[in-house]
């Protein structure tokens, strides 16, 4: 890794360099229809937070819309949640470590971490922690819920998983896993001798001026940030200011075919290369995106829940850069579908969904049953799950979800027909035995 001196050098001269002078970029088009579109359209009016486009160190784009939770306007530089998008700087961490021969990423935790308290567990190696294939599992629940106020430090993460079973073989298959990097923070104190903010302060955040993000919560995410903070991060990984080029193109590599590198999420949009990291939480919604090979930039931060304004806006913002993708045409089709369900709806909605070859996204439309039910509405939640029925009639977890939102609303024998539906196609699913089994008695 470079001296200190010399990044913080190059870092004065970025900000001496960056301009909002879009004349020469190659995105100027993009970005004036993504300027037509906000301002023209609804799109803006539901979503709340910043936006952030530069083509290298110029930026081309950066606006704020809406409010916070407290109706303070956003600003440009707002401090957001994070959330999952802080598992970058866990990855350059790591890397950093590597380079200096701390660590090699065919390590186990066993041979890092003498006395971690699961023995099955030991034998994971630092890359299938990196990639999501460690066969770890997750930390939230309602035991974290009851007790996270007392979290002091990463170690006090480990109760809430450490004795749980691997969920399959390390490096057989890929499962997102917020407790591996809790698991791979622990690494890094025991290396570097010092608590995990205090590694990500001194080598990352500092010496490329991320003066505006805020301490974060554990190596799995969380703390506050800015687009423009986010900006500085992207410009020094392209510029290997924080690790070498080597090292980047390891971390952007997809090792176990899963669509994850070392840290990082990587798409491809139509032949485009993209890598980053998004997060999501309620009332948190961010991503960044860095183009493979160009200097293209994306972020955005928003202090709502995904699907409230900021997922819409991200997809269009990619849409107009990288063009029209199965995953886009799903989403936009979703907000169709559910925009003409509150309008005009259950039958509309249905008669629309036959339109669009009932291609909606079953997640994004889940989210929206999720909502409703939040709310006390547990009818609009099953209208909801009935779309999901129609657009996937023959796959197994659409029955057994509407089975679930139907017999919490007291429609036992339309839950009993669904479980039954389910289990046709899936005989497997242990939910629906379990449900029908009490249900019959």
């Not at 949640?81 to 380079?99: D, N």
């Not at 186990?108 to 999501?132: C, F, M, R």
Request: glycine fraction near 8%; charge should be negative; aromatic fraction near 10%.
């Amino acid at each position: 890794m470079k001296q200190l001196t010399i990044i913080f050098i190059t870092f004065a001269c970025l900000t001496a360099c960056k301009t909002n002078n879009n004349k020469q970029s190659a995105y100027s088009e993009q970005v004036k229809q993504i300027k037509i579109l906000l301002d023209s359209s609804d799109l803006s009016k539901a979503f709340n937070g910043s936006i952030l486009i530069a083509d290298g160190q110029s930026v081309l784009f950066e606006e704020s819309y809406g409010s916070d939770q407290n109706n303070n306007p956003n600003a440009i530089d707002t401090k957001y949640e994070i959330a999952s998008m802080g598992k970058m700087f866990t990855a350059v961490a790591i890397k950093q470590l590597e380079e200096t021969g701390k660590l090699t990423l065919q390590q186990t935790i066993g041979e890092v971490l003498n006395d971690y308290p699961n023995e099955e567990a030991k034998s994971i190696t630092i890359k299938q922690l990196l990639s999501h294939v460690s066969g770890l599992g997750d930390f939230f629940g309602p035991e974290f819920d009851q007790n996270k106020d007392a979290i002091k430090s990463l170690k006090d993460y480990l109760p809430f998983f450490v004795n749980d079973p691997l969920e399959f073989n390390p490096g057989e298959r890929m499962r997102y896993s917020n407790a591996g990097f809790i698991v791979l923070g622990l690494i890094i104190e025991k290396l570097s001798d010092t608590d995990y903010n205090s590694y990500i302060t001194k080598n990352i955040l500092v010496p490329i001026g991320m003066n505006s993000t805020g301490s974060l919560s554990s190596s799995a995410g969380g703390g506050t940030s800015t687009v423009g903070d986010f900006h500085r991060f992207a410009l020094a990984l392209k510029a290997n200011e924080l690790i070498s080029k080597e090292s980047l193109s390891s971390m952007t590599t997809d090792h176990y075919k899963n669509g994850y590198g070392y840290g990082m999420s990587l798409r491809d949009f139509n032949g485009t290369k993209i890598y980053g990291h998004n997060g999501g939480a309620p009332g948190v919604s961010g991503e960044l995106d860095m183009v493979m090979g160009e200097h293209l930039i994306i972020i955005t931060l928003s202090n709502r829940s995904p699907m409230d304004g900021w997922a819409q806006v991200r997809t269009e913002i990619r849409k107009e850069f990288f063009g029209s993708t199965p995953e886009t045409e799903q989403f936009l089709n979703t907000e169709q579908v559910v925009k003409t369900y509150k309008a005009q709806g259950f039958d509309k909605a249905s008669e629309l969904l036959s339109k669009l070859d009932n291609n909606i996204s079953d997640r994004n439309t889940f989210r929206f049953a999720e909502k409703y039910a939040m709310q006390g509405q547990p009818e609009k939640a099953i209208d909801i799950l009935k779309l999901i029925v129609q657009a996937y009639p023959d796959q197994w977890h659409p029955y057994s979800f509407l089975a679930d939102f139907q017999l919490q609303a007291g429609q036992k024998n339309e839950a009993i027909k669904n479980y039954k539906k389910s289990l046709e196609i899936n005989p497997q699913n242990e939910q629906a035995i379990e449900q029908l089994k009490q249900l019959e008695q």
